[in-house]
């Protein structure tokens, strides 16, 4: 007995301390989950274990690391529980985050926004030509989307118009029939505003909610969008100078004010040029970022050197296209262009006499300190000018830009080969905005040569905007380009 007793006591001493734990503790404890309770001691060796706690007193017992094994697989748990809620807020981040890239989509509908305001640019100088713009003598955004239904009506508004400085100089034996004509220019055209207001604001909303815009694009949908509702204010600011007598000098045509109307256009080519650009940029990045290996071939060549001056060169002669347009506004508000019919000359020399080209008639102070720019806004001799220095060195800008990518040996070899189309481009729009400009002046402002004359400037805009955006690339689309690049590789 005693013998036994002593193999016993060896054997339990020799026992490690998994020999106390079920295997199915073991395989959980493996598998970061806590064990359901350690398994209790065999009931052969219970009595001995009692008997000799004293030898096993050195080794932490078997509930003491069952309960150590439970604490660490609780706190993994805890830790693969957190890693899993982190993985799912990021998850769900990402999910509500704005995407790298904009949707094709966005491009298309930027550029049909862009083709609706080049449209309603044409028609609103069709409203000026044919003097429709005074016709609707009040601006009721949301109750004037309806034409008048009722004779009532249409002779509530006749009146209204026959109370303004317009019909009192101008038409006073318009008849009610004569006025709906001009009232229904005048109201599809405010008709096309909030079209266009309502047909990109929608549909801005929806790509932003939707995540179908970058963080970027999603501002300036949101930009644009308010540029639009300023254009409306704009064009009821500009309407309102034409409607009271104390707006325009006296004894003066009774005309919208050259300044409001010069805004109003420069607006609209904001807001064209903005939809424009836009559009343009989200085709290309994803056309680039679609083959990345031809895009990064395509990107190099931009980044020549060589073409550093050409792309200053084409940004400043954007801005001096606006400009050009901009002066031509002045000489619509001013019907400048119903003077010297002439081209080149202006009367019997290339300019009018010195003292009508800058006439302190036009002065407004005691010390006559605003003559020369008042002379240089209001004159209608010198508008005119000016608009033609401008349209002449516009003109010949265009062909020294064409020259230069034709003679110089280093730009031509690294001329990209859209880009000597764009350049080509630009060359066909300018000569015929210069034959529509001269044969506008020549017949006398026709109103189909003057609203095509106007659609010009605008096409000759889009063709300097067009060159440009095919010169540049933003740092953003080069970086997508490297990003699938290392994504193939």
Known sequence: MASLQSGMRRAITQLSRSSFVCRQCLRQQRAFSPPSSPSPIPSSLRASSRRYESTTAQAPPASSFAGSVSAAASELKAQSTASASSSSSSSSSRTSSFPETNSKSVGFFLLASAASVFGIVVFGGLTRLTESGLSITEWRPVTGSLPPLSLEDWQSEFDKYRASPEYK????????????????????????????????????????????????????????????????????????SGLHDDLFAPGSHPRVSQYRLTAHLAAAFVCYSAMLLAGLSVLRTNRLIKDPAAASAALKALQSPALIPLRRYVTALTALVFLTALSGALVAGLDAGLIYNEFPKMGTGLTPPRSELWSDFYSRRADRSDVWWRNMLENPSLVQLDH????????????????????????????????????????????????????????????????????????????ALVLGSRMRVSPRTIKLVQKRLLTRV
């Open 388 to 463: 033609r220095i401008l349209a002449t060195t516009t003109f010949f800008a265009v062909m020294a830009l064409w020259a230069y990518t034709r003679r110089s040996g280093r730009v031509k070899a690294a001329l990209p080969r859209d880009v000597g189309k764009g350049v080509m481009g630009l060359v066909h729009l300018v000569s015929l905005q210069v034959a529509l400009g001269i044969s506008t002046l020549i017949y006398m402002v026709p109103t189909h040569l003057a609203a095509t004359h106007q659609a010009g400037a605008l096409a000759l805009l889009s063709g």
């Open 169 to 240: 100089l101008l038409n006073p034996h318009m008849t009610l029939d004569e006025f709906k004509k001009i009232y229904y220019m005048e109201w599809t055209h405010r008709l096309w505003g909030r079209f266009i207001g309502l047909s990109f604001v929608i549909p801005s909303v929806y790509f932003i909610a939707r995540r179908r815009v970058t963080k970027r694009m999603a501002l300036g949908l949101v930009g644009i969008s308010g540029l639009i509702g300023f254009q409306g204010v704009i064009g009821w600011w500009m309407v309102k």
